[in-house]
C-alpha cells in the first residue's frame, strides 16, 4: 500500500459560519482537489492532532505522546534541561490587543538564525538558557530549571488575541517573564534592521511551545543504516518535529519541493507538511490536484489531506460515492 500524505499544518478553523471569515485570506480562489477530497474521503477527527497521528503512521506509537520539543532535540545535547520548540513570529498590536496574524509565524534562512543564537548567548549568558537554531527556520529553546509548561502552538493561536492564547496562572509566571524579556531583546537587534530594509516582517517575538508531553528522556536518534518502520518512507517540509521523528528514524526531512511530485518518493509513504498562508488555491495545485492524479492514474493507492485535526483519506473506489454532497471554499474541512 502506496499512501500519499498531505498536511496543512497551520490551517485551524473556528466551527460554523465563522470559518471563511476568520480565513479568507487563505480561502480565496478555488481548491477544486480540495473540495473533491471532503465529498469523497473518509473523515477520522485527530483527536491528538496530526502529528501523533503520524507518529503512528510510521510505527512508533511510542512517541506519540511524547513532548514534540523532545522530539524535535532528539539529536542536541542538552538532555538535563527542559526544552521548547520557539518559533520566531510577528506579534501585531492593535488598538485593544496584541495577536499572532496567519502570516505571522515565521522562518528564518540559516545566516539570521546563526546571527540571533550568537546574540541571545551573550545578552543572556549565566541564565542557564541555550538557543539552538534548527535547519527549518525555528530554534530550540533548553532552560535549566523551568518545569514543562502546556502551550498552544502558534498555528492554533493565530488571529486570536494574545492574552487568551499564552498560559494563566502562577506556574506560567516564569515562562511569560521570560517571553517580555525575549522581546525586549528583539526589540533591538540588528537582524530586524536588516530585515526592515528589504522589508521583511520583524521577529518581535519566539513562541515557546511544545515542552509538555509524556517521558522525561528524550528519544534516541537511530544508528546510521538503521532501517526505519516504514521502508522507503520520505518527509518533505520545514517542521521541528516532523525533522526530530525521520532523524529518530536513522533518516532526514527534505526541503519542500515547488510541487509534490509522486515519482520523486518512492516508497510506501510519503509527506508533504504545507502551510496554509500559501493560500489554499495554491497547495491545492501544487500539492493536493497532483497527489490525487496520482492515485486517479494507479501511482498511489491512497491519498490522505489532514487539515483542521481531520484527516481525510482517499483509496481507488472513493469516488463512488457520487451521492455525497459537494462543499465549496474551506467548508469541507470543518
Same mark, same amino acid.
Given at each position: 500500500?502506496?499512501?500519499?500524505?498531505?498536511?496543512?499544518?497551520?490551517?485551524?478553523?473556528?466551527?460554523?459560519e465563522?470559518?471563511?471569515?476568520?480565513?479568507?485570506?487563505?480561502?480565496? /480562489?478555488?481548491?477544486?482537489?480540495?473540495?473533491?477530497?471532503?465529498?469523497?474521503?473518509?473523515?477520522?477527527i485527530?483527536?491528538?492532532?496530526?502529528?501523533?497521528?503520524?507518529? +503512528?503512521?510510521?510505527?512508533?506509537?511510542?512517541?506519540?505522546?511524547i513532548?514534540?520539543?523532545?522530539?524535535?532535540?532528539?539529536?542536541?545535547?542538552?538532555?538535563?534541561?527542559?526544552?521548547?520548540?520557539?518559533?520566531?513570529?510577528?506579534?501585531?498590536?492593535?488598538?485593544? +490587543?496584541?495577536?499572532?496574524?496567519?502570516?505571522?509565524?515565521?522562518?528564518?534562512?540559516?545566516?539570521?538564525?546563526a546571527?540571533?543564537?550568537?546574540?541571545?548567548?551573550?545578552?543572556?549568558?549565566?541564565?542557564?538558557?541555550?538557543?539552538?537554531?534548527?535547519?527549518?527556520?525555528?530554534?530550540?529553546?533548553?532552560?535549566?530549571?523551568?518545569s514543562?509548561?502546556?502551550?498552544?502552538?502558534?498555528?492554533?493561536?493565530?488571529?486570536?488575541?494574545?492574552?487568551?492564547?499564552?498560559?494563566?496562572?502562577?506556574?506560567?509566571?516564569?515562562?511569560?517573564?521570560?517571553?517580555?524579556?525575549?522581546?525586549?531583546?528583539?526589540?533591538?537587534?540588528?537582524?530586524?534592521?536588516? +530585515?526592515a530594509?528589504?522589508?521583511?516582517?520583524?521577529?518581535?517575538?519566539?513562541?515557546?511551545?511544545?515542552?509538555?508531553?509524556?517521558?522525561?528522556?528524550?528519544?534516541?536518534?537511530?544508528?546510521?543504516?538503521?532501517?526505519?518502520?516504514?521502508?522507503?518512507?520520505?518527509?518533505?517540509?520545514?517542521?521541528?518535529?516532523?525533522? /526530530?521523528?525521520?532523524?529518530?528514524?536513522?533518516?532526514?526531512c527534505?526541503?519542500?519541493?515547488?510541487?509534490?511530485?509522486?515519482?520523486?518518493?518512492?516508497?510506501?509513504?510519503?509527506?508533504?507538511?504545507?502551510?496554509?498562508?500559501?493560500?489554499?488555491?495554491?497547495?491545492?495545485?501544487?500539492?493536493?490536484?497532483?497527489?490525487?492524479?496520482?492515485?486517479?492514474?494507479?501511482a498511489?493507492?491512497?491519498?490522505?489531506?489532514i487539515?483542521?485535526?481531520?484527516?481525510?483519506?482517499?483509496?481507488?473506489?472513493?469516488? +463512488?460515492?457520487?451521492?455525497?454532497?459537494?462543499?465549496?471554499?474551506?467548508?469541507?474541512?470543518?
Amino acid at each position: 500500500m502506496r499512501e500519499l500524505v498531505i498536511v496543512i499544518a497551520d490551517l485551524y478553523l473556528p466551527p460554523g459560519e465563522g470559518a471563511d471569515p476568520a480565513r479568507a485570506d487563505v480561502a480565496a /480562489g478555488t481548491a477544486p482537489g480540495m473540495e473533491y477530497t471532503a465529498r469523497f474521503g473518509t473523515r477520522e477527527i485527530l483527536a491528538d492532532g496530526w502529528r501523533a497521528w503520524l507518529a +503512528r503512521r510510521v510505527g512508533r506509537a511510542d512517541l506519540a505522546g511524547i513532548a514534540p520539543a523532545r522530539i524535535a532535540a532528539a539529536s542536541c545535547p542538552y538532555n538535563d534541561a527542559t526544552a521548547w520548540i520557539a518559533t520566531p513570529v510577528q506579534l501585531i498590536a492593535g488598538l485593544t +490587543r496584541v495577536h499572532l496574524s496567519p502570516h505571522g509565524i515565521l522562518r528564518l534562512p540559516p545566516p539570521e538564525l546563526a546571527a540571533l543564537a550568537d546574540a541571545f548567548k551573550c545578552v543572556f549568558a549565566g541564565s542557564g538558557l541555550v538557543l539552538h537554531p534548527l535547519p527549518c527556520g525555528e530554534f530550540l529553546l533548553f532552560t535549566a530549571g523551568m518545569s514543562p509548561l502546556a502551550t498552544l502552538e502558534p498555528a492554533r493561536a493565530a488571529g486570536a488575541d494574545l492574552a487568551q492564547s499564552l498560559p494563566q496562572g502562577p506556574q506560567a509566571a516564569g515562562l511569560r517573564r521570560l517571553g517580555a524579556e525575549i522581546e525586549m531583546w528583539l526589540h533591538g537587534e540588528p537582524v530586524n534592521t536588516a +530585515r526592515a530594509r528589504r522589508d521583511e516582517p520583524p521577529v518581535t517575538s519566539l513562541w515557546l511551545w511544545g515542552s509538555a508531553g509524556a517521558g522525561d528522556s528524550p528519544p534516541r536518534v537511530a544508528d546510521k543504516g538503521v532501517t526505519v518502520s516504514v521502508p522507503g518512507a520520505r518527509a518533505f517540509g520545514s517542521d521541528a518535529w516532523l525533522d /526530530g521523528l525521520w532523524r529518530i528514524q536513522g533518516s532526514a526531512c527534505e526541503t519542500l519541493p515547488a510541487q509534490l511530485d509522486a515519482n520523486s518518493a518512492e516508497g510506501n509513504l510519503a509527506v508533504w507538511v504545507v502551510e496554509a498562508r500559501q493560500g489554499l488555491a495554491e497547495l491545492d495545485a501544487r500539492f493536493v490536484a497532483p497527489a490525487l492524479k496520482a492515485l486517479k492514474g494507479g501511482a498511489a493507492d491512497r491519498v490522505t489531506l489532514i487539515a483542521n485535526d481531520i484527516a481525510t483519506t482517499l483509496g481507488p473506489l472513493s469516488r +463512488r460515492r457520487f451521492w455525497r454532497r459537494a462543499r465549496s471554499g474551506v467548508g469541507g474541512l470543518l
